[in-house]
């Protein structure tokens, strides 16, 4: 168990410095793929252990986020326990769902964590730099799901077939 801890953090640490040094060289529209964030969502869609690892999840994504990006510390933090949150919740209702509906309901899932992320974001830069308020960001939010969304499907794909956790991924 002390080695499932030790790994996930050592791969949320390398995830963060390739997403923040090579994959930000791929940008459209100022927007590049969250793989923090696509991670994130596929390992607490599919994780099944006690809510302490996935909230340590939540913390450690979130903690190489703020990190490593130029805005406040915590923000990152804030919004991945929130869309854990979220997601388990979503998971709780959906629980006896049909295998072959099950990406549907984790694209739906994984928008709305984009929403909400977005949303949380813009929200602390509102309050904490007293800047105009641009939560949803029109064109960016389309470019933010367009782009991330065939990585995120391309992950659940791979986690149902290839299992990291393979006793506790449903």
Do not use: W
Not at 85 to 114: A, G, N, P
Not at 164 to 169: G, R, T, Y
């Amino acid at each position: 168990m002390q080695y499932k801890f030790l790994a996930i953090i050592l791969f949320f640490y390398f995830l963060t410095l390739f997403q923040n040094s090579f994959v930000s060289h791929f940008a459209i529209f100022g927007v590049f793929p969250n793989l923090v964030l696509i991670l994130f969502c596929l390992l607490s869609f599919f994780e099944n252990s006690h809510r302490y690892f996935n909230i340590f999840l939540a913390l450690t994504a979130g903690f190489f986020l703020d990190i490593f990006s130029n805005s406040f510390f915590g923000v990152s933090i804030f919004s991945f326990i929130i869309i854990y949150f979220f997601i388990k919740e979503t998971i709780h209702f959906l629980r006896d769902i049909s295998q072959e509906y099950s990406v549907i309901y984790f694209i739906l899932t994984f928008i709305f964590s984009i929403i909400l992320y977005g949303f949380f974001f813009g929200l602390f830069s509102r309050f904490l730099n007293h800047s105009s308020l641009s939560l949803f960001g029109g064109y960016a939010l389309v470019a933010k799901i367009a782009y991330n969304l065939p990585f995120a499907v391309a992950g659940f794909y791979l986690l149902k077939r290839y299992p990291i956790f393979k006793n506790e991924i449903r």
